[in-house]
């Protein structure tokens, strides 16, 4: 079965600290998709990342950067120099052959930039 | 090219009354997922259609929810005799292609509140 585990419920930094958000997952497939949304106050769900089984590269895209370690089935984004628009809950995700239709979500870690 | 599009935005039914969520997905998809996301926690996979077909409704609740997209027209999601638990935000998702692989793109959500 799929699992996805986000253990930090919440986090508070102040702006400009680099804060990272932990993602643990489970599945039994050797194929399978890794996701990070973001859900800003305002509600809706923002694609941020997707990232394949077979491409452990670490990525960076501006501020932000996401760590994918297959020997420990972890898969953490790190946010460097926080803003206070980077205030939101972030969610991490699975998808695998197994339950190709959907994805399993974890439970989100909000997290809060304060000036 | 409009997104996936939802409404209401927001809903709000008595006890006992019937709810009835639309989704539009993106032009050219043929592919919807619902989603539910109760207050504090992630989103859980609900259903999966196409049109006219319901492929997967292993998340659906076995009573008073159904689901369906027909040939023409939006997506719905009907709840009825609606009752305090239901209250959440439901997300629409629409792919391409069949399965979560590729990720989706996410409506705005409705949030349902069941007073």
């Known amino acids: 079965a799929q699992k996805v585990t986000q253990a930090q419920t919440e986090i508070s930094v102040v702006e400009k600290e680099d804060v990272t958000l932990d993602c643990v997952y489970e599945?039994?497939?050797?194929?399978?998709?890794l996701f990070w949304y973001k859900q800003p106050p305002s509600g809706e769900l923002v694609f941020l990342i997707r990232?394949?089984?077979?491409?452990?590269q670490n990525e960076i895209s501006g501020r932000y950067s996401w760590n994918f370690q297959k020997s420990t089935s972890s898969f953490n984004f790190t946010i460097t120099a926080s803003q206070v628009v980077d205030s939101a809950v972030y969610f991490c995700a699975l998808s695998d052959n197994n339950a190709g239709n959907m994805l399993t979500f974890g439970g989100g870690t909000r997290l809060m930039v304060k000036p | 090219n409009a997104g996936v599009m939802q409404n209401p935005r927001h809903l709000v039914r008595r006890r006992g009354q019937e709810a009835r969520l639309r989704c539009s997905p993106m032009k050219g998809h043929s592919h919807v997922y619902w989603y539910r996301q109760l207050p504090e926690e992630g989103l859980k996979f609900m259903v999966y259609l196409q049109k006219e077909n319901i492929i997967d409704e292993s998340g659906m609740p076995k009573e008073r929810f159904s689901a369906e997209f027909p040939k023409e027209g939006p997506s719905i999601l009907r709840i009825q005799q609606v009752v305090r638990g239901d209250s959440a935000a439901y997300f629409c998702?629409?792919?391409?292609?069949?399965?979560?692989?590729?990720?989706?793109?996410f409506g705005s959500g409705t949030r349902l509140t069941v007073v």
């Open positions: 998702a629409s792919s391409p292609v069949r399965g979560a692989a590729d990720g989706y793109t």
């Open positions: 599945t039994r497939d050797t194929t399978y998709y």
């Open positions: 990232r394949n089984s077979f491409d452990e």
